[in-house]
């Protein structure tokens, strides 16, 4: 993931391999960002990958997340 972190969401979600973002909190809790519902929509497109996980932060807890990940359309069904 780290060769995507000076990359435009939007040009990570252009490319059609990566669906989203997946957080893993220290806490247990996993869920999952996605690059064009959650992000691009909301004029977010232009930030790099490594912006948006210096925001990220656990809706429970309220810490940063322990994994960030990029996460493929086939993955999306073991994250909530």
């Keep these: 993931m780290d060769e995507?972190?000076?990359?435009?969401?939007?040009?990570?979600?252009?490319?059609?391999e990566?669906?989203?973002?997946g957080c893993e909190c220290r806490c247990g809790r996993k869920r999952y960002v996605m690059l064009w519902q959650d992000?691009?929509?909301r004029d977010q497109g232009i930030k790099t990958l490594k912006q948006i996980k210096e925001?990220?932060?656990?809706?429970?807890?309220?810490?940063?997340?322990?994994?960030?990940r990029l996460l493929r359309y086939d993955e999306l069904a073991g994250w909530t």
Excluded: E, M, Q
């Excluded at 995507?4 to 059609?16: A, G, Q, V």
């Design 55 to 68: 925001r990220l932060r656990c809706s429970s807890c309220g810490d940063k997340p322990a994994v960030v």
């Design 39 to 41: 992000i691009c929509k």
């Design 18 to 21: 990566f669906a989203a973002i």
């Design 4 to 16: 995507h972190d000076n990359t435009p969401i939007f040009t990570i979600w252009s490319h059609k």
